[in-house]
């Protein structure tokens, strides 16, 4: 899938009263609205204070989550996993059996977004995949390394919770 055009509107709203933060008197505020479409007919809107580009990659992200082309993936990879290991995908984190139905894939790169190579993806169940973005969205640390590498990085950590977890268990038991 290829972006065949971004129309992007910023739109400045001025403050009844002006607001003094960190980085000095705001007077104004600002908002993007993006229009983006695709060579797959898939068009996206977005809106917000974001930077134009990272509202036209969210844009188009989430037309695409919505697109069959993401179902026939979804598909594509399931198949790929079970005739490569034998058995059905399980999440990364806590082991829980994948399912086509209530299983997440979470991108490890959106380099090839609409093209992934099924290693862009990996398999999580719906509560590890939001503990993976509760910690990847809102922390710069992580964010700094890239988004590659802060994932492998945060599921390795969401492992050793989770093994910790059971254990503690395992003794109250
Ligand atoms: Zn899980």
Known sequence: MRITAVIATPIRVPRLTSMVATQGRID?????????ETDAGITGWGESRWSADRVARRAVYAAYMNS??????????????????GSPPVC?????????????LHHLTYQRLGAEEPED???????????????LDSSPSWRHLGREAA?????SMLRRSERAARDRQDLAS
């Open 28 to 36: 104004a505020s600002e908002f993007g609205v993006v229009r983006v």
């Open 68 to 85: 069959k082309a993401w179902q026939d993936k979804r598909r594509a990879w399931y198949a790929r996993w079970v005739t490569l290991t």
């Open 151 to 155: 994932t492998i990085g945060i599921i």
């Open 92 to 104: 990364l984190v806590c082991g829980r059996r994948w399912s086509m139905r209530s299983g997440h």
């Open 121 to 135: 993806l990996m398999p999580l169940c719906g509560r590890d995949h939001n503990r993976l973005h509760d910690v």
